[in-house]
């Protein structure tokens, strides 16, 4: 069994900044599927759905989990929002889903920062109610396919990280 985290959950719910934060505590390598899947193909995943559509993203992640099945060990990996559909998923390494309400999460965008480029840089998130709909068909699947689930709904986030490292498995 691999010993990567493979960190799962919905757009915005701060997958990348829970596995930076993990990677700078507790010193392990860190890699974001988007990130690779952007640099495999030096385009932004929204230029890839523009240009090539939904379908063809699908399979970039598919390509990205044979590479991390191959190639990847004792790596905090967080998962772009679909990436839960790949079909090697559980061989990739321990999964752990961050969890929230559709409200939370949208929340959470809306309000952050920089929330105009969070919002436009995530295609599936540009209309609110569509990102509910889908949020409410991935809801049980993701639940579904995970070894660990952490709410993290009003959680700091030295505790996220914490409750993570617990499992050990890096
Ligand atoms: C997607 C989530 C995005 C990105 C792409 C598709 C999804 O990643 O992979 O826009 O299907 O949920 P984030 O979860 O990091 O926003």
Redesign the pocket.
Known sequence: MKKNIILIG???IG??TTARAYAKKYKCFNIDT?DLIESKTNKR?KEI?EEKGEKYFRKLEQDCANWIEGSVDKTFISC???FYNVKNLKKLGTVVLLDASYDWIYNRLSTAENSKSKLKK???FSEPKKAKKLYKEREEAYKKIADVIINVEDKDIKNIIREIHKLSYI
Request: aromatic residues 14%.
């Open positions: 919905f757009m915005g997958k990348g988007d995943v759905f772009g929002g679909g995530r295609p599936l």
